[in-house]
């Protein structure tokens, strides 16, 4: 009771917070000198504070010293050689590594009984440095919050719960890896994994991505730009929202949120709502934990854990459950693992995705490499807005930092399993190489897009670009409307390749009167004839 009660100076009760607070260390590990400190301090606490008097503490600790060679607990050399060693003149913050775990599992303290959690001191640390160095650099009120589990077993090495626990500025307190939030594109990844389990896509499979009516449903891309033409492949790096959907509206909402409750994770709903295509876009609630124990199942070849920090009840129910078959995993996983790190980010070898909700009130990243995975959160624990918020720019480079910040030896992705294909676009059978081309007529969706017009130059203009010097300027081209990729032709010349933007530069050979034409991708023409000057 004595070492458990007895004042050490300040706010400091027990041996053993005084030995955290002056020597950063457990009292088991306490050297001669150390201890000789400690036995002084109860006697006069404030006085001989270290921090406050060192030369007092000094003295005290010596006379400990000198009567432990008295009374044969200590040889003199010995004595003579603790005498040496420096007091501390200040103190040491206390430990919080995982505050808000520490806090869930104090209900069930036992005294005498260690509670234990899979938590690893050296990732946590890691983490929590990362989380308050990006929500410094972002900007107050902003929170950031990060759980790293072992996508092998389902523990959790690593949870920020905030940027900081007693920043009240950031509500701190909150622990916003288990706070319901918009997924935003984050669930993108499972809606292409089920069409590649039915067979319905393959990575090189051609689908549309323009103004698409869902039955009273018009989904707009982040950008709010349209690509046309794309493959399933860059459908899913690009995050693209329409293609999502019409895949989405093929596999079914409801088919998506079964395989979710079977691995273990149940988003919430609007109350007395069906699940409808809009939670592809992040219509639906979950948690980062949520988030991360389904990309556990990526990372795991589609086999998904249940995660577990300790703090759960020791009845708590954990199971494993197949979020994607083997062979969908791994084109996932492919398509995942060739996402562009961010600018700057070191590179790691991992499969993530990005998402931003609706109105920039969260940003997310989640990624994996062969073992690990890692999902971030960032944004204001009221839900407020915060305009130029997204998952690529806000979120993305913290994950690369905290994997590397974590200190896990990086875990090469899977290879290719036997049996998986493929395919090049030109080896797809009919029925795969367009998305909804097939007998079953998988999309029902109606384009309206309008017919490609050029805007600029308008019919008849005469531009002076300086034609007939030396530095003549090209002329910029510019268009509404249409299906991308484009074609230009200038004079019934092709400008070189195709491209996906709807503005091109022309450069022309001479002064006079010449006709530009544009062709989008099913055949539809415009044209205008302008004079150069």
């Known amino acids: 009771r004595y070492l458990t009660l007895a004042p050490y100076g300040g706010n400091l009760e027990g041996v053993r917070a005084a030995s955290l607070a002056y020597f950063g260390k457990e009292p088991k590990r306490l050297a001669v000198s150390e201890a000789a400190l400690l036995?002084?301090?109860?006697?006069?606490?404030?006085?001989?504070?270290?921090?406050?008097?060192?030369?007092?503490?000094?003295?005290?600790?010596?006379?400990?010293?000198?009567?432990?060679?008295?009374?044969?607990?200590?040889?003199?050399?010995?004595?003579?050689?603790?005498?040496?060693?420096?007091?501390?003149?200040?103190?040491?913050?206390?430990?919080?590594?995982?505050?808000?775990?520490?806090?869930?599992?104090?209900?069930?303290?036992?005294?005498?009984?260690?509670?234990?959690?899979?938590?690893?001191k050296s990732v946590q640390e890691g983490l929590e440095q990362v989380a308050r160095d990006a929500a410094t650099r972002l900007g107050p009120r902003l929170s950031v919050a990060m759980v790293m589990a072992d996508a092998r077993t389902g523990d959790i090495l690593g949870e920020v719960g905030s940027a900081d626990y007693f920043d009240a500025s950031r509500s701190g307190w909150i622990d916003m890896t288990r706070i319901v939030r918009s997924p935003g594109s984050t669930l993108k990844p499972f809606i292409y994994g089920l069409a590649f389990e039915q067979g319905l896509v393959a990575q090189e499979t051609l689908i549309n991505d323009r103004p698409t009516d869902f039955s009273g449903y018009r989904p707009k891309n982040f950008d709010m730009g349209y690509q046309g033409d794309v493959s399933i492949r860059q459908a899913l790096q690009l995050s693209l929202n329409v293609p999502a959907i019409s895949v989405l509206d093929a596999v079914g909402p409801a088919r998506l949120l079964a395989r979710f409750r079977q691995a273990g994770v149940t988003p919430v709903l609007p109350v007395n709502k069906a699940p409808g295509l809009a939670i592809g876009l992040g219509g639906v609630g979950?948690?980062?934990?949520?988030?991360?124990?389904?990309?556990?199942g990526l990372a795991n070849g589609g086999k998904a854990h249940t995660l577990h920090d300790g703090t759960e009840p020791a009845n708590a129910e954990?199971?494993?459950?197949?979020?994607?078959?083997?062979?969908?995993?791994?084109?996932?996983?492919?398509?995942?693992?060739?996402?562009?790190?961010?600018?700057?980010a070191a590179q790691r070898g991992i499969a993530y995705k990005t998402g931003t909700s609706y109105g920039y009130r969260d940003a997310w990243s989640v990624g994996f490499d062969g073992r690990?995975?890692?999902?971030?959160?960032?944004?204001?624990?009221?839900?407020?807005?915060?305009?130029?918020?997204?998952?690529?720019?806000?979120?993305?480079?913290?994950?690369?930092e905290g994997f590397v910040r974590s200190?896990?030896?990086?875990?090469?992705?899977?290879?290719?399993?036997?049996?998986?294909?493929?395919?090049?676009?030109?080896?797809?059978?009919?029925?795969?190489?367009?998305?909804?081309?097939?007998?079953?007529?998988?999309?029902?969706?109606?384009?309206?897009?309008?017919?490609?017009?050029?805007?600029?130059?308008?019919?008849?203009?005469?531009?002076?670009?300086?034609?007939?010097?030396?530095?003549?300027?090209?002329?910029?081209?510019?268009?509404?409307?249409?299906?991308?990729?484009?074609?230009?032709?200038?004079?019934?010349?092709?400008?070189?390749?195709?491209?996906?933007?709807?503005?091109?530069?022309?450069?022309?050979?001479?002064?006079?009167?010449?006709?530009?034409?544009?062709?989008?991708?099913?055949?539809?023409?415009?044209?205008?004839?302008?004079?150069?000057?």
């Open 318 to 344: 954990r199971s494993t459950a197949t979020i994607l078959d083997d062979q969908a995993n791994w084109q996932i996983t492919d398509i995942l693992s060739g996402v562009k790190p961010p600018e700057g």
């Open 286 to 296: 979950v948690t980062l934990r949520d988030l991360v124990q389904l990309y556990a």
């Open 372 to 400: 690990y995975v890692l999902g971030v959160w960032v944004g204001r624990p009221d839900a407020g807005a915060l305009p130029g918020l997204s998952g690529y720019v806000s979120a993305a480079p913290i994950l690369f």
């Open 407 to 533: 200190g896990l030896a990086a875990v090469p992705l899977p290879g290719q399993p036997a049996g998986v294909a493929r395919p090049r676009r030109d080896d797809l059978p009919v029925t795969l190489a367009r998305f909804g081309s097939g007998a079953d007529g998988l999309v029902q969706a109606t384009p309206t897009e309008p017919a490609p017009t050029i805007i600029f130059p308008p019919d008849g203009a005469r531009v002076d670009l300086g034609a007939t010097t030396a530095d003549a300027t090209p002329m910029v081209l510019k268009l509404q409307g249409g299906r991308a990729p484009f074609r230009w032709l200038a004079n019934g010349k092709p400008l070189v390749g195709l491209d996906r933007r709807r503005t091109a530069t022309w450069q022309p050979d001479g002064a006079g009167y010449s006709t530009l034409t544009v062709i989008d991708a099913v055949g539809r023409a415009a044209s205008v004839k302008v004079f150069v000057e």
């Open 39 to 120: 036995v002084a301090l109860p006697q006069l606490p404030e006085k001989r504070r270290p921090d406050r008097n060192l030369s007092i503490a000094h003295a005290a600790r010596d006379r400990v010293l000198t009567r432990m060679v008295a009374s044969g607990l200590l040889g003199e050399r010995e004595a003579a050689r603790a005498a040496l060693d420096d007091v501390p003149a200040s103190r040491r913050p206390l430990p919080a590594l995982a505050a808000h775990a520490a806090y869930a599992v104090l209900p069930r303290a036992v005294p005498g009984q260690k509670l234990r959690l899979t938590i690893r």
